[in-house]
């Protein structure tokens, strides 16, 4: 009776336990349960006609938003809530697309598989997790009285959507997982290739033996070759793009203002008795440690932490952006123990921060209405230039940034920025090019056609002459002779591995050693880097036969693993690309 009272007087912290604890679910699920409750008129976008809310957006926001600042105890950055917004967007879309691929197929969820999954034997790890006991079983009695409260409807009602949704995946997911099914033979020949070995003698023959002097190539062949592999000059759209600048980094200031209050605590670390828990009040960026150490290893800008008593703290210790205390816990003949306390030197939020985000709005307001290229030479601020691509966040010159691509994708030439705020600087761009997704004009590519044509021509060279050795030469030994080269050896060449024992990544070649018999000497091998002939003086092939029980299990669930892992990224991938996505953001989120 004390438990069902608890639980009736408990019901609001019920009630925010279960929604903060839907977390995981709300990863996995199709994120309906707000269109219940309110569907506003506003759509960011739509898959295949069905919209996406902005209400659906906001709210899968704001959870990452919740889990980072419980995580981490910090805000999101405006680079990183950039990238929680892609990741936001995204969720919905994979959510919506696996919807409407279940409905496809016909994948249902019965009343009673709901009822089970809360009230069954073996109830849900969700279910589990709010109601079970110290001894791993359930608390019936709190769970009915859960369920039975008035005040708890419109809940259950929410928790009941979440698990006929998460059911439904699940269902999904296992239909996925039976047309992926690993075959008696894949796991065997796993087993052959994670066991077996070879005992190789081998010539290599360099392609860069060939200088480029030897090597002709026409305009004619850098043609040909363009216009049966144009699919490999195939480029998505990209931007370049010139941008100023504004540092973030601390002034002279900062660096006074950290100093003086590594300073004033200076004294509260000699008196802390416990010094993990002042280190951890005070966030100190080194995490505690106190042992033993050399004092000859003891680095030289810590060297001071020697001039002192024990319990006693040094001066203030400035490095590379960083600011250290050292106290002395315990001192031997030739050793010390002492625990460092530090902090970063950061740019103060108003004084340093603010004033650059004031000045890079002004010079973005300015550029807008006047000119870019004008008013950076007015400020005698340098324009530099970058390039991205769509579809990758990395930007020359910049580094990786969510923000600046969203910003690219949806502007058009001449488009300036409003300021951009990443890690260690303010950024304001002007696009000055953007290039559609396309094949690559021959001119554009030309130099690279030409790199792999004479390549291709001199890998052939060194195939013709490899070829002519043999056919004059019976073994490997006057093959090198001949060739005026050594004969190498790699005793224990697995399949499994990729590299050759003295002449690097090589896997064409190591697929091809396994294919002839012991004893045998190959014809000439085309590999990555060089021409081989090889001689198989002695194979260890292994034989399923010897496979126990336990290693079968487990490379079947390797397979799988990486089975289920290539096809289901595969696969969504392509749901994405044969459906009609429509994104609104950039226009309702700007607005």
């Known amino acids: 009776m004390g438990v069902m009272e608890k639980m009736r007087k408990s019901t609001g912290v019920i009630l ?66 950039a990238q929680y917004e892609q990741r936001a967007w995204d969720d919905l879309v994979t959510s919506e697309l696996l919807q409407q691929k279940m409905d496809e197929l016909g994948i249902e969820v019965t009343d009673q598989e709901v009822v089970d999954m809360i009230t069954g034997e073996n109830p849900d790890p969700f279910i589990r997790q709010q109601f079970g006991k110290e001894d791993g079983t359930i608390d019936r009695v709190a769970l009915r009285s859960a369920i039975e409260a008035p005040e708890n409807t419109q809940l259950w009602i929410n928790v009941e959507q979440q698990m006929r949704q998460k059911r439904r995946q699940q269902k999904m997911s296992n239909y996925l997982q039976s047309s992926m099914q690993v075959s008696e033979y894949e796991v065997e020949q796993q087993y052959v290739r994670n066991n077996s070995t070879a005992d190789i003698s081998f010539v290599r023959f360099p392609y860069a033996d060939v200088s480029d002097s030897d090597v002709s190539v026409t305009e004619a062949d850098l043609k040909d070759y363009y216009n049966n592999n144009q699919d490999k000059y195939e480029r998505k759209e990209s931007y370049r793009f010139e941008y100023v600048s504004f540092d973030k980094t601390p002034t002279k200031q900062d660096t006074m203002r950290t100093i003086q209050e590594m300073e004033r605590l200076k004294s509260q670390f000699a008196a802390a008795e416990e010094d993990s828990v002042f280190l951890n009040q005070y ?6 440690n106190a042992k033993l150490v050399d004092k000859d290893d003891v680095r030289d800008l810590f060297k001071p932490v020697l001039e002192v008593g024990e319990n006693e703290v040094t001066d203030v210790i400035k490095d590379d952006g960083r600011v250290y205390l050292l ?19 950061k740019a103060d939020p108003i004084a340093t921060i603010d004033k650059r985000a004031e000045t890079a709005d002004d010079f973005s307001y300015y550029a807008q209405q006047d000119g870019f290229e004008g008013e ?67 001119e554009e590519v030309k ?145």
Do not use: C
Not at 70 to 81: F, I, K, Y
Not at 283 to 288: I, K, R
Not at 384 to 389: D, P, Q, R, S, Y
Not at 557 to 566: E, F, I, P, V, Y
């Open 283 to 288: 966030q100190s960026t080194t995490p505690y």
């Open 376 to 442: 950076a030479e007015r400020r005698d601020l340098s324009a530099k230039e970058a390039f991205a691509t769509k579809g990758s966040n990395f930007i020359s010159g910049i580094g990786q940034s969510q923000q600046i691509m969203s910003f690219l994708k949806n502007a058009e030439e001449g488009k300036v920025s409003d300021p951009i705020e990443l890690s260690s600087q303010f950024v304001v761009l002007k696009v000055t090019k953007v290039t559609p997704a396309g094949v690559q004009p021959f």
């Open 447 to 591: 130099e690279q056609v030409r790199t792999i044509v004479t390549n291709q021509k001199r890998k052939q060279q060194v195939l013709d002459h490899v070829n002519e050795l043999i056919s004059q030469n019976d073994n490997l030994q006057g093959i090198a002779d001949a060739a005026g080269k050594e004969v190498s050896n790699d005793p224990a060449l697995a399949m499994n591995s990729a590299s050759i024992e003295g002449a690097g990544r090589e896997p064409k070649v190591v697929g091809a050693v396994f294919a002839l018999d012991e004893g045998e000497q190959s014809q000439a091998i085309e590999g990555t880097t060089a021409a081989f002939v090889i001689k198989v003086n002695q194979l260890q092939r292994a034989d399923a036969a010897n496979m126990t029980a336990a290693t079968r299990q487990q490379i079947r669930r390797q397979l799988q693993q990486q089975k289920s892992a290539a096809f289901m990224n595969t696969w969504i991938e392509q749901l994405k690309k044969e459906a009609e996505i429509e994104d609104n953001r950039a226009q309702l989120l700007q607005s």
């Open 327 to 345: 106290k002395k816990k315990e001192e031997t003949s030739d050793q010390v123990r002492f625990v460092v306390f530090s902090m970063d030197i």
């Open 16 to 81: 925010w336990v279960l929604i903060f604890s839907f977390g995981i679910l709300w990863m996995l699920a199709d994120t309906n349960m707000f269109d219940v409750i309110q569907r506003g008129p506003r759509n960011l976008g739509s898959v295949n006609g069905e919209t996406i809310s902005l209400e659906d957006y906001n709210s899968r926001l704001q959870y990452y938003t919740r889990q980072y600042t419980r995580q981490t105890g910090n805000s999101m950055t405006p680079e990183l809530r």
